[in-house]
Structure formats: C-alpha cells, structure tokens
C-alpha cells in the first residue's frame, strides 16, 4: 500500500542554521507529493507540493524535489528562523487521485534565537 | 469568518457523556474530511464526505458518529468514548474530487476523555 516514512525527530537547531527533512514514500506510478506544516495551537496548512518527477516546490524560503528514482521529498531550507518552529508533515495522494491523503508521522522543529 | 472553523477547541468528557464537534468551512468546498491526530501516530483519516454523501469510513468505531447535513458543515457525534480516544480532531475541506491533496484545515478540538 501507499505510505510515507520521515524523519520524526524532535529537531532544535539555532536561528539561521540549514534545515533539512528527509521523507520517502511508497506508492505505484506516480503519486502528488506535499509538505504541510502546524504551527504551534494551530490546524495543518500546505506548505508546498510537487505532482510529477524532477517538479521542484517551493514556498516561504522552503523547499523540496520530487525525486523518482530514490523515491524522495526531502524538505530543505537555507536558513531557519524561530518562525519556521512547527511540525511538518510529508504526505502524497496516488496517482490519479484519491480522497485517502497519507500522511508520514510529523517532525517537531524548534528553532531557538 | 473565514476557512474552517472548528468547536469547541477543547472538550473533556467522561465516558458516559454524549457530545458532537462540529466544523464549518467558509471556502465553497464540495469535500470535507474528519483526521484524529494522536501523539507519536500519523494522521488517521476517519471519514470523507463528498456533496454531502459518505465516501469513506476507515473503520472507525461505532461510537463515532459523522453528520454531514450540507456542504458547509461536519459534525462528528461522540458517545461512550474510551480514553485512548482523547487526540486533537482535524476537520478539512478540499474544493474537489478526486482529492488533489490540497486540504484546508481547521484548528482542531482538544478531546479529552477521562
């Protein structure tokens, strides 16, 4: 079946420090891939995603490529700020489409000043 | 009022109570979800409407109990939960099917079921 693996953390670096998670995925044929993120107190909102092979996402500085051939969204940001202190989720849909978003465990950042 | 918007925040129930959380999305959605988020757990799809008709149940216990009466508004039913119930409760809703992924969510309610 269809389902994600990420890193689960929890992760604390330092304001401006290079931020990056890793998720994999297993699914058939092409699925869409995402990036939510939950701030603290607060519902999950999307943060980027990709639909098809080499598609880069990107949003708020962050970023992330949907890699085929290592089955790979991996989350990277250049510089962290005590903002971007969350859990973000990695998540994909089948090929196709479906109403089941699967989603991987989360990982708690904090980012410290 | 905008987005999805979910009460209460918070709910502590005995196992004996009765109690409904509801949700209200503002955004024109024709799909709306219900996700149990417990700690160290991935999120845990419960169910799915689609214009107001259900189209998936992931084996929720009975004593879940989903009420979609339009396209604007969800309510999940509880009653004589267990206290490995107790999880935030996701409500979200998407603009259309099949799903693309891009869910909208409310900020959850806080069960506690003691």
């Known amino acids: 079946g269809n389902s994600v693996t990420q890193m689960e953390g929890p992760v604390t670096l330092s304001e401006e420090a290079f931020l990056t998670i890793n998720c994999t995925y297993t699914a058939t044929g092409y699925p869409s891939l995402f990036w939510y993120v939950q701030y603290p107190g607060e519902g999950l909102q999307l943060l980027l995603k990709a639909t098809k092979a080499d598609d880069k996402g990107s949003n708020k500085g962050f970023e992330a490529t949907y890699r085929k051939e290592t089955t790979s969204f991996h989350l990277e940001k250049g510089s962290v700020q005590v903002s971007d202190s969350a859990v973000y989720f990695c998540?994909?849909?089948?090929?196709?489409?479906?109403?089941?978003?699967?989603f991987g465990k989360g990982m708690k950042l904090t980012v410290n000043p | 009022e905008t987005g999805v918007t979910q009460t209460p925040r918070h709910l502590v129930m005995g196992m004996t109570n009765k109690k409904s959380l509801k949700c209200e999305q503002h955004?024109?959605?024709?799909?709306m979800y219900w996700y149990k988020q417990s700690a160290k757990k991935p999120l845990e799809l419960m169910f799915v409407?689609?214009?107001?008709?259900?189209?998936e149940n992931n084996s929720v216990p009975s004593r879940f109990s989903p009420e979609c009466p339009n396209s604007s508004h969800l309510f999940l039913h509880l009653h004589t939960l267990q206290p490995e119930d107790s999880a935030l409760y996701l409500c979200?809703?998407?603009?259309?099917?099949?799903?693309?992924?891009?869910?909208?969510f409310g900020e959850g309610s806080r069960l506690t079921v003691l």
């Open positions: 998540a994909l849909t089948p090929q196709g489409g479906s109403e089941k978003l699967v």
């Open positions: 955004l024109g959605h024709n799909a």
């Open positions: 979200a809703s998407s603009q259309q099917r099949p799903n693309t992924g891009e869910l909208f």
């Open positions: 409407y689609s214009l107001e008709e259900r189209v």
